[in-house]
Nanobody, 115 residues
Framework: QVQLVESGGGLVQPGGSLRLSCAAS????????MGWYRQAPGKERELVAS?????TYADFVKGRFTISRDNAKNTVYLQMNSLNAEDTAVYYC???????????WGQGTQVTVSA
């Protein structure tokens, strides 16, 4: 019923930047929380950043990444600066209608940081 479409991933050199976008369509017009997760090969999916009325960040991205949202467009963004090889992963967006909801997931977008 709700579809999340991600874009903005790609290949970038160390120290470079990317901006990810995730837009929702469907019958639900508003969301309590939006977030970004990532998963590298052989590792568990981990929270990168989330936003409700305020933003939270994982320690490994604090000061480098910025999450923002546009409620009118049901879209969340992740501005990623000073990227390094450890940031290489598939990035997934997640939207929740309530705090306790498991949420909806995007299809994932590949981010590769390599020289």
């Amino acid at each position: 019923q709700v579809q999340l479409v991600e874009s903005g991933g790609g290949l970038v050199q160390p120290g470079g930047s990317l901006r990810l976008s995730c837009a929702a369509s469907g019958s639900i017009l508003s969301f309590y929380a939006m977030g970004w997760y990532r998963q590298a090969p052989g590792k568990e999916r981990e929270l990168v950043a989330s936003i409700t009325s305020s933003s939270t960040y994982a320690d490994f991205v604090k000061g480098r990444f910025t999450i923002s949202r546009d409620n009118a467009k049901n879209t969340v963004y992740l501005q990623m600066n000073s990227l390094n090889a450890e940031d290489t992963a598939v990035y997934y967006c997640n939207f929740k209608t309530h705090r306790w909801d498991s949420g909806y997931w995007g299809q994932g977008t590949q981010v590769t940081v390599s020289a």
